[in-house]
């Protein structure tokens, strides 16, 4: 997730001082993402320095409220325009961690399989949980990201169900 075009989103539905955006991203994410003041505050002056966004005076607290300028808008429209690229995603640790196993002596892969397993279907079973616990219709955002998690460990387990297949195929030393 941009943390820079997920700010400009939040701009877009009103002026928001870092606190605040802090908040509404966690709650949009079901704090699936939490977010580190530091990081708000620092995407902000980079925003601010690109022209995405303009800080307005204090208000009677002493917080700085933002707002998105014509060009954040345009930013934003074309990033919510543009799909995301495989290529855009971080690097996948498991794929990494899997393939370093089977080539570094000593790791018992079935192991390290077994074990990914049992957490991935733990995890597929509290994202189940959770969605099922939130069925308002202010939910929507926040049971469709559940739903992308619960997708992603379905396809998880899916893939090290593959990769343990693999590797009875491959005999006993599949390295």
């Known amino acids: 997730m941009s943390i820079r075009h997920g700010l400009l989103a939040l701009l877009e539905r009103g002026r928001m001082y870092g606190y605040q955006l802090r908040a509404a991203f966690e709650e949009s994410t079901g704090s699936t993402w939490p977010l580190n003041i530091g990081q708000v ?101 926040w049971r469709l990201v559940l739903d992308a998690m619960v997708f992603q460990a379905e396809a998880e387990i899916r893939w090290l169900d593959h990769c343990e297949t693999s590797l009875v195929r491959a005999g006993p030393d599949p390295s």
């Open 41 to 141: 505050y620092t995407t902000l002056s980079r925003l601010e320095r690109d022209g995405l966004v303009r800080p307005l005076p204090e208000n009677e607290s002493g917080q700085r409220p933002y707002e998105i300028t014509d060009a954040g808008r345009a930013e934003l429209a074309l990033w919510f325009a543009t799909p995301i690229s495989r290529a855009d995603r971080p690097r996948d640790q498991l794929a990494i961690k899997l393939a370093l196993a089977l080539t570094t002596p000593g790791v018992d892969v079935r192991s390290v399989l077994q074990t990914q397993r049992g957490a991935s279907m733990r995890a597929l079973q509290e994202l189940t949980r959770m969605k099922y616990a939130s069925d308002g219709p202010e939910d929507l955002p």
